[in-house]
Every structure is written in C-alpha cells, then in structure tokens.
C-alpha cells in the first residue's frame, strides 16, 4: 500500500489529534555535513566560517540554545568536523548540546542520523540548516508554538519577485508556468514536526527511494499538511560568498540597534 493513501493518512491524523499548543519536549536536528562546494573555499567549509569571529554553525547552534521551546540539541556533521563540536560546547556554553554524529552522504541521511541520537523523550525534532545562521530565537519558538497545535509548521517568507516554473532544468529552458505571487513562499528553516509524523514520513521516503528537495516535502508526500509560518527575512541560508556579505550587513545592523536598545534603557 501506497504512504501517500488515505487510511494511512487518517492513521497519522489520528495519532496527531491530541496535538495542543503547549510545549512538548522538542529535539533540534541541525545539518551540518554539507560539503560546501559552492562556497569556492577547498580550505573551509561554510559551516566553519567566521562570521564577526563566530564560526557559522556556532550562530545557528546559539539561537536554538536561546530558543525556549527546545530541549536538546542533535548536530549531523562533517566526520573530520566532529572533534570540533566538543571545544564549541565548552566555549559557547551549549548546555542543550547532546550528541554529534556522523552525517550521511544526502541530506536525509544527515536527518535521519541525528534523529537515530535524539532523546527517546522528543515528540517534536526542529530540523535546520547550520547554514541558516540568522534565524533568532524568537522565530524559532513562533514556529514550533504553530507546529505543537496543528502537528507541523516551517518557517518561510512571502515571496516578493515572480517566481516562473521552467518546462526543463537546462539552463536554456522556457516558462512553463507562472504561479499567483501572494500564494507563492520561499521555505525556510527550522522545519517542525510531531516526532511520529517525521518518522512516518521520512522512513517511508528511505523505503521508497524518495528524495525530496526539503523535510516539509516529506511530509507534503504522506498528505499530511504543513502550515506555513511568516518569519524574518533575514533568516538567509549561507550557500556563496555573496551570502556571507549580507550576513555580515545584517550582523552589523543588528548590533547597531542592540546597541541603540542599551542606551535607551541606562
């Protein structure tokens, strides 16, 4: 039988149903075994630049520390990056920090292996990207309070350009189609979902030889509905130089106001 049919789905629907809004034990699985090949750095993965003196992954693992609504955290990295995490914990006091691990060769793999070292306790796993070094705490915790009432929530932003569907992947492609703008939004991270929900859908993806181009994708296949949550876009994922340049403008606004914020209540 298909994941995707209608009996499973109810089954699902079902084990979600006594989803509320208030805090269930939530575990942050954050990937950070790319290989950063668009980074153009062989010296240096993206999650291990330094961004105002701060590796990248250290900003991501800092703002799901702050988070009230997670528990733990769970990091899928680079083997050779491992070693690394422990001097990190001490440095940057990553209480929540408990476990890393090895990531796969894909993506999934990467989740699925952080997922394999989270508590037995979790009932959420926030799945994030390393790279999206941004995000603040604030944003993460709106996303997880959706996420606890409908079972399933990821952070995104309204697109404001008009996004065009091509007829083929070449580079010389035509349009294929035009989606309406105000439907139309860019996923984020972190991506959350009931623990059994992820399960359900990412085991069936491995059985099936699925590959999805994100977690909500994998729950998107087993008909189960992912709310869209509007969060800052600042929340930028750090794929090319260019990337770190705006990091670094948004780092820089952000401490001016901060700053600014301090003066105003001495």
């Known amino acids: 039988m298909a994941f995707g049919s209608n009996k499973t789905t109810d089954k699902i629907l079902r ?9 269930k034990f939530t575990s942050a699985l ?21 961004l105002d003196g701060i590796p990248v992954v250290v900003r991501t693992l800092l703002a799901y520390e702050a988070s009230d609504s997670i528990d733990e955290i769970v990091v899928a990295a680079k083997p050779d990056e491992m070693p690394l995490y ?9 209480g929540k920090l408990t476990a890393v691990v090895a990531g796969g060769s894909t993506r999934q793999e990467s989740v699925l292996a952080a997922l394999e070292a989270s508590s037995p306790k979790a009932k959420f796993f926030a799945i994030a990207d390393a790279a999206r070094c941004l995000i603040e705490a604030n944003d993460i915790d709106k996303v997880c309070r959706v996420a606890y009432k409908t079972g399933a929530a990821t952070a995104a932003t309204r697109a ?5 569907i091509s007829d083929s992947p070449s580079v010389l492609s035509n349009i294929s189609s035009t ?20 399960r359900a859908a990412a085991y069936s993806a491995k059985d099936e030889s699925f590959t ?25 994922k750090i794929t090319t130089p260019d990337d770190l340049l705006y990091a670094r403008l948004i780092i820089a606004k952000r401490k001016k106001a901060a700053k600014k914020e301090g003066q105003k209540t001495k």
Not at 86 to 94: C, T, V
Not at 186 to 198: D, E, K, R, S
């Open 15 to 23: 084990a979600s149903s006594a989803v509320s809004g208030k805090h």
């Open 30 to 50: 954050i990937v950070a075994a790319g290989s950063s090949s668009r980074m153009n750095n062989p010296n240096c993965t993206k999650q291990m630049t330094l």
């Open 86 to 94: 422990s001097i990190f914990k001490r440095k940057y006091s990553l």
């Open 160 to 164: 404001v350009d008009t996004v065009k």
């Open 179 to 198: 989606p309406e703008r105000s439907c139309t939004w860019l996923a984020q991270t972190p991506q959350v979902f009931g623990a059994n929900i992820y």
């Open 212 to 236: 999805g181009t994100d977690d909500n994708s994998l729950v998107e296949r087993i008909k189960y509905p992912v709310c869209l949550v509007e969060c800052d876009r600042c929340n930028i």
